[in-house]
Nanobody, 124 residues
Framework: VQLQASGGGLVQAGDSLRLSCAVS??????VGWFRQAPGKEREFVAVIHWRNGIRYYADSVKGRFTISRDAAEHTVYLQMSSLRPEDTAVYYCAVRADYCSGNGCSARNEYNYWGQGTQVTVSS
């Protein structure tokens, strides 16, 4: 499985940005977004179940970020709004092959394949 993340950039606080993750055609259960800020561990942001579209979000992004998928294009999007300086990080998309639900989808060690990451910088 190959994943290609794109769409990062430098924006100001309050701005919006949309990240894309193109996924090569393969069987998988869900696609997630994670982020890693300098000096911090990689943390879960959002996940979408590929077949039924069920979504889960980290509390820190609920109401501001929206994950979606385009099945025909095999692409997952992360629409980020009301961005804050603390959202600054490298954002990664990842695929997991196994079922998950709720908080179980946030475990990064259960994702099987990762993209290369795209930098998001939010200035105050």
């Amino acid at each position: 499985v190959q994943l290609q993340a794109s769409g990062g950039g430098l924006v100001q606080a309050g701005d919006s940005l949309r990240l894309s993750c193109a996924v090569s055609r393969h069987a998988f259960y869900a696609v997630g977004w994670f982020r890693q800020a300098p000096g911090k561990e990689r943390e879960f942001v959002a996940v979408i179940h590929w077949r039924n579209g069920i979504r889960y979000y980290a509390d820190s992004v609920k109401g501001r970020f929206t994950i979606s998928r385009d099945a025909a294009e095999h692409t997952v999007y992360l629409q980020m709004s009301s961005l804050r300086p603390e959202d600054t990080a490298v954002y990664y998309c990842a695929v997991r092959a196994d079922y998950c639900s709720g908080n179980g989808c946030s475990a990064r060690n259960e994702y099987n394949y990762w993209g290369q990451g795209t930098q998001v910088t939010v200035s105050s």
